[in-house]
């Protein structure tokens, strides 16, 4: 039996890890560049945006009702600057690599933005 919270985690990590490597986070959207929200499961009257590391596990949720949408990039240095900030802002939270079922942690922005910036303090050191 698996454990869904620590296979959340994990692919939290991972999205962590992988953005910091590849300096992008891929999102979905339409042409009319509207962005996928879902709601929260875990809040009432919260939205969720769901983000992934790479383009293939972004693109693979463009099925179904999502098939209107395809996977875009964006710079590490605008989901940080603008993105995580607008939406903290929006009281909007982060899906980070949610799974084929778009199940997965629902993270604060600001709590993906101190993580990020945890890591680049690490690293020039």
């Given at each position: 039996m698996s454990n869904p919270d620590a296979e959340y985690e994990a692919n939290y990590d991972s999205f962590i890890a992988e953005i910091k490597q590849t300096g992008e986070v891929w999102g979905l959207c339409t042409d009319e560049d509207d962005w996928a929200v879902c709601?929260?499961?875990?809040?009432?009257?919260?939205?969720?945006?769901?983000?992934?590391?790479?383009?293939?596990?972004?693109?693979?949720?463009?099925?179904?009702?999502?098939?209107?949408?395809?996977?875009?990039?964006?710079?590490?240095?605008?989901f940080v600057n603008d993105w995580l900030p607008g939406m903290h802002e929006d009281d909007v939270l982060i899906g980070p690599n949610w799974d084929e079922n778009l199940e997965g942690l629902e993270i604060e922005p600001a709590d993906v933005a101190a993580e990020l910036d945890d890591e680049a303090q690490d690293s020039d050191a």
């Open positions: 709601a929260s499961s875990a809040y009432e009257d919260t939205d969720v945006m769901p983000f992934w590391s790479n383009q293939v596990a972004a693109q693979a949720q463009c099925v179904g009702e999502w098939a209107v949408f395809h996977a875009q990039a964006i710079p590490l240095e605008d």
